[in-house]
């Protein structure tokens, strides 16, 4: 009996191994991909510009699905500990991501601007695109979506606040006093978040919350297949997913930087390309929620991935800035910050009443088919 026992107990591991993997197939497959980049990586960048795009184009791709898996596990790891801590787990999660690919781009990348338009278009996907469609989505299916309308106005005026300090101020600051202005920025980055972090998980957290009906409560809990597994195999695997990603980062710098090289695209094209593959999780996620009639979850991912972007992309780059001795551009262009000044306004008018519809959702989007276009044009 102990001997068939120990048996079946083997079988049953050895299937929960076997099942483990079939889940991450790609999280494997990203692994596999960037092992194949390392050994080709010479050899591709010698065939031309077309196929190092390709190659690019696949790398991107592959990101993005092991972007997916990352916020999956963040996203099991959020059922599990509810609003706010959830959507935090989320915004950070796809936000490491992004500093990642950032760092190592940068390390390759001569353009000055790459940081200050990765975070102009982060807010652009966060707001305009994330937002707008999932309002626009979740409006069109169930009119009316409720929230609770303090977390709105909080993270409206906060990304206001980082934004004016990290990205318009900087126009006026002295080129020979550049590196005073930055460990300013720094300090008061941290600040905001340190105090931000401290009232959402705080005295205030009930700002970032709404009350379901206890049936949407219930089934919510049970949406997320895995989401009764331990929190250590989800912890485990987004930190492995964010060092694939970054294996793979390095690879898709060098391939892109060779394919658009004299190409004409626009500088811009890159920046795009680093705030759609942080993005691209955040949006299936942000959108699940507005389908299910849950806006609250929605604004928190949106907004929080806004706020979440400048005030702590800022002082990691602004750091690396200051360690290697070269500034970073991070004053916006008039388009730019006409853009960002749009948005902010429009938010601020749609998230003060705690319901959203579809209407509001499409006012977003359009600014972000807007910014898609401004973008094409090489503004």
């Given at each position: ?46 065939l031309g510009r077309g196929v190092a795009l390709l190659a690019a ?117 002295p080129s020979d006093k550049w590196h005073y202005y930055s ?197």
């Amino acid at each position: 009996m102990t001997y068939i026992g120990r048996t079946n107990r083997d079988r049953s591991q050895g299937l929960s191994i076997a099942s483990r993997f079939k889940e991450e197939k790609f999280l494997i497959a990203a692994l596999v991909v960037a092992m194949s980049a390392y050994l080709l990586e010479h050899a591709v960048v010698e065939l031309g510009r077309g196929v190092a795009l390709l190659a690019a184009a696949a790398l991107v791709a592959t990101i993005v699905l092991a972007s997916i898996r990352v916020a999956h596990h963040a996203e099991l790891l959020a059922i599990k500990v509810g609003d706010p801590y959830g959507t935090m787990i989320l915004t950070l999660s796809a936000l490491a991501v992004e500093v990642i690919i950032l760092a190592i781009m940068m390390t390759g990348e001569n353009s000055p601007t790459l940081v200050r338009d990765t975070i102009y278009s982060a807010l652009m996907f966060d707001i305009n695109g994330i937002l707008g469609l999932a309002a626009l989505l979740g409006g069109l299916k169930h009119g009316e979506q409720p929230y609770n309308d303090n977390s709105g106005k909080t993270y409206g005026v906060m990304i206001l606040t980082a934004m004016g300090i990290s990205m318009v101020v900087p126009e006026f600051v002295p080129s020979d006093k550049w590196h005073y202005y930055s460990a300013f920025t720094i300090v008061a980055m941290i600040t905001l978040y340190g105090l931000f972090l401290r009232m959402q998980v705080g005295q205030h957290s009930y700002f970032f919350s709404y009350s379901y009906p206890r049936s949407e409560r219930t089934k919510e809990g049970h949406d997320e297949q895995g989401a009764d597994g331990p929190a250590a195999v989800s912890i485990a695997t987004i930190l492995a997913g964010v060092v694939i990603i970054g294996l793979l980062a390095e690879f898709m710098s060098a391939f892109m930087t060779e394919g658009l090289r004299d190409s004409g695209a626009p500088i811009a094209v890159t920046a795009v390309v680093v705030a759609a593959i942080s993005a691209a999780p955040e949006i299936l996620t942000a959108l699940r929620a507005a389908l299910k009639n849950r806006m609250q979850a929605t604004v928190n991912i949106a907004m929080g991935a806004s706020l979440s972007t400048v005030i702590l992309t800022v002082p990691v780059m602004e750091a690396i800035a200051l360690y290697t001795g070269q500034p970073f551009i991070m004053a916006m262009t008039p388009v730019q910050t006409v853009m960002v000044a749009i948005t902010l306004i429009a938010a601020a008018i749609n998230l003060n009443d705690g319901e959203t519809n579809a209407i509001e959702g499409m006012t977003h989007f359009i600014l972000f088919a807007t910014f898609v276009m401004l973008t094409a044009l090489g503004l």
